[in-house]
C-alpha cells in the first residue's frame, strides 16, 4: 500500500512569492492535515480537510491556504512569502479527523 | 504553560537498555494518544496509537497513558542503535464541538542508543 507522497522535496523561493505543494493521501484516506515544522517551533498544526471540506485551522495568518479535492488530494499555497516561512511542511492522512495520522516525507521549502 | 511537554533530550543510553519517554500535558480533553520516531530529514513514523487510558505492546515497543495524571510514557526494550531518532508525542480531541484541532506535539526527544 503506497504511503503519502508529497511534492516537491525540496523548494527554494524568493521573499514575496507564492508556492503550492501537493500532497497524495494513502488510498481511502479521506483526512488530510498539514503541518509546518521549524526547529525552534516544532510541529505546528495548520489544517485539516475532510471529504474536500476545511474542519479546522490552526494559528496561522490567511497567507497559508489550502483544498482538497475530490479523490482526497491536497494542495496548500502560501503567499507572499517570508523568510521565517522557511520550514518542512509535513502532509499527514488519516482515516478519521484528528486521529492516529500517516506523514509523507515533506517538502523542505527554503525562502531566500 | 505549554499544551504538552517533552524533555528534548538528548538521552544517550547502551544498546540493550530499557528506554523510557514521557510526555504531559495539561488538555484533560485530549482522548488520542500517538508515539512518532523521526528520522533525521525525514517525516514522522507512527509507532504506537492509543485511544483513553490504559496500556498498549507492540512488539518492543509499549505505551502508557495515565488520563488522571496527565502523563503518557513509550518504552523500548532491547534498543538497538537503529533506534536512535527523535520521538514525538502527539495528542489530540477529535471530538471537540466545532471541529478537532489537529494533533498537538511535543517538541521530541533526541534518543541516542550506544553500540
Known amino acids: 500500500k503506497a504511503g503519502v507522497t508529497q511534492t516537491p522535496r525540496y523548494l527554494i523561493k524568493t521573499r514575496g512569492q507564492q508556492v503550492t505543494l501537493s500532497c497524495s493521501p494513502i488510498?481511502?484516506?479521506?483526512?488530510v492535515s498539514w503541518y509546518q515544522q521549524t526547529p525552534g517551533q516544532g510541529l505546528q498544526f495548520l489544517f485539516e480537510?475532510?471529504?474536500?471540506?476545511?474542519?479546522n485551522k490552526g494559528n496561522f495568518p490567511g497567507r497559508f491556504s489550502g483544498r482538497q479535492f475530490s479523490n482526497s488530494r491536497s494542495e496548500m499555497n502560501v503567499s507572499t512569502l517570508e523568510l521565517g516561512d522557511s520550514a518542512l511542511y509535513l502532509c499527514?492522512?488519516?482515516?478519521?479527523?484528528?486521529?492516529?495520522?500517516?506523514f509523507g516525507q515533506g517538502t523542505r521549502l527554503t525562502v531566500v | 504553560q505549554k499544551e504538552v511537554e517533552q524533555d528534548p533530550g538528548p538521552l544517550s543510553v547502551p544498546e540493550g537498555a530499557i528506554v523510557s519517554l514521557n510526555c504531559t500535558y495539561s488538555?484533560?480533553?485530549?482522548?488520542?494518544f500517538m508515539w512518532y520516531r523521526q528520522y533525521s530529514r525525514k517525516g514522522p513514523e507512527l509507532l504506537m496509537y492509543?485511544?483513553?487510558?490504559g496500556n498498549k505492546e507492540d512488539g518492543r515497543f509499549t505505551a502508557q497513558v495515565d488520563k488522571s495524571s496527565k502523563y503518557i510514557s513509550l518504552f523500548i526494550r532491547d534498543s538497538q542503535p537503529s533506534d536512535s531518532a527523535t520521538y514525538l508525542c502527539a495528542m489530540s480531541d477529535p471530538f471537540s464541538g466545532g471541529g478537532a484541532d489537529g494533533l498537538t506535539f511535543g517538541k521530541g526527544t533526541h534518543l541516542i542508543i550506544q553500540p
Open positions: 488538555n484533560s480533553a485530549f482522548q488520542y
Open positions: 492509543t485511544y483513553s487510558s
Open positions: 499527514a492522512s488519516s482515516l478519521r479527523v484528528s486521529t492516529e495520522a500517516f
Open positions: 488510498s481511502g484516506h479521506r483526512s
Open positions: 480537510y475532510f471529504s474536500e471540506t476545511q474542519r
